[in-house]
Structure formats: structure tokens, C-alpha cells
């Protein structure tokens, strides 16, 4: 979200001000209000121990907060303010809310143990932001190095460090103990780390799909969104796992895509 607003006026009674500008400026970051609405209100359902509608208010917020800055580049509105209302609305959605979800949930259990863990998740989280910020406005980047995340990437991180509760809501007998406190603890804390690793992760960003496969991609992604609805624990658990095990395939790939551009360079020309 880049050019800004229209420059700002003096006000006889006050500060400067910011001019009229046009409502298709304002929808994005009315997005990014409700998506920080969302996290925060799924905080409040966690201490009221209404910890379903707590983990789908903290997934609503990421969902709300992930399509605020392609709204805003679909409508051409991008500007320094929504930029700045983005990033405090993924620290609160992406690091904040889901770490005292699972505190509420599970984690208090632990004791201090668990509130470092929580805390370690929501630090990771925004240096993970801050990292990402940072390598956006690297110009000297390999354009292939761009396909891959620098560790895992917050919305991500927020989805997989629920996964106790999602456990829990499948019913499999899983109760939230004490020492299962501890061992969602070092779950947290594994998360945490992922976040601000330097572990490749592939993006998908240039991902092109053929022209003879745009309706089976299409009907897969339906596919996901009907089990999300109908199966929606089974399914964020699967993911998750489906996430996790993708991981070291990632990894290998960008080994692999790093000795291929090395080779691709002439040796007088590297260093």
C-alpha cells in the first residue's frame, strides 16, 4: 500500500488535516478495522471460555486482513496510511490474538512457562513482520529469491499455532491437562522459531496454471472452502499437517533453484 493520501491542509482550529478523498480510498482500511474488530473481539470470546467462535473470529480476522491490501490494489488505493493500519492490524491479528487464544485455552495451564511461550509467539510474529517489511524493499533481491518466504510467514504462523485447539474441537478425547499444557507450550515455542528462522518457504506467488487446468484448480479450491465449512476442525487440522510435512520439500527446492542460478553465473562474475 504505497502512494499516500492527498497531501494534507492546514485547519485554522487544529492540526493539519487530511483532504476529502474518495470512498473507494477508505473500503480498504475499513477492512483493516474490522480484521483488528475481529482479532480483538476473538480475545474476548477466548476469556469468556467461548473458544470456537474465538478461533473463527481470530481466522476471520486473518482472512479480512489478507485481502484488505489486494482490495486496495484492486481499486487503486493504496496510500502510507493504509500501509501503517495494515502492519498494526497484523501484529494484533496474526500475533497477539491467536497467542492468548491458546493461552486462555490451554497455555495458563503451564503456568509461566506457558505465558513466555505466548509471549515468544507474538515477539516472533512481529519480527517476522518487521523482516518481511525490511526484505520488501530490498531492490538487490534475485528476482527468484522473491518466490520464497524468509521463514514461515505470520498468517500462516497464526493458523498452525492453534492447532491444539483444533484437537480439541474433534472431540478425540483430548482435554486440556497440564501436561498437555507443556506440550502445546514447546508446540508454541516451535512455532515461534519457524517464524523468524531463515527456513525457505515456497510463496506460490508465480504460480501460472495452465489454461486446460483453470477448472480443476477451481473446483479443488471450492472443494477446500465446502470441507472448511462442513468439516472445518478436520480440515485446519489436515492443513496444518499438510503444512508442516510440505516444509522440507520447500527447503530442498530452494537448495536445489540456489545451485541451479549459482551455475547459471559465470565464475569470474560471483563475489
Known sequence: MGAPFKKFEAHASGGPRIREIPMRMVLPNLVTVLAICAGLSGIRFAFENRFEIAVVMVLLAAFLDGIDGRLARMLKATSKFGAQM????????????????????????????????????????????????????DTDQPAWQTEYFVGVPAPAGAVLVMLPLYLYFLRLGLEPTRPAAFVATGFTVLIAFLLVSRLPVYSGKSVKVPGDRVLPVILGVVLYILLLMTYPWYTLTASVAGYLFFLPFSVRAYSKRAKLEGEKVPPSDIG
Not at 503456568?111 to 525490511?134: D, E, Y
Request: overall charge negative; aromatic content about 12%.
Open 86 to 137: 495494515d502492519s498494526l492490524a497484523d501484529i494484533v491479528n496474526f500475533g497477539v490474538a491467536p497467542a492468548l487464544v491458546l493461552y486462555a485455552f490451554l497455555l495458563d495451564r503451564a503456568g509461566s512457562p506457558g505465558w513466555i511461550a505466548a509471549l515468544l509467539f507474538t515477539i516472533a510474529c512481529g519480527m517476522r513482520l518487521a523482516r518481511f517489511n525490511v526484505l520488501a524493499d
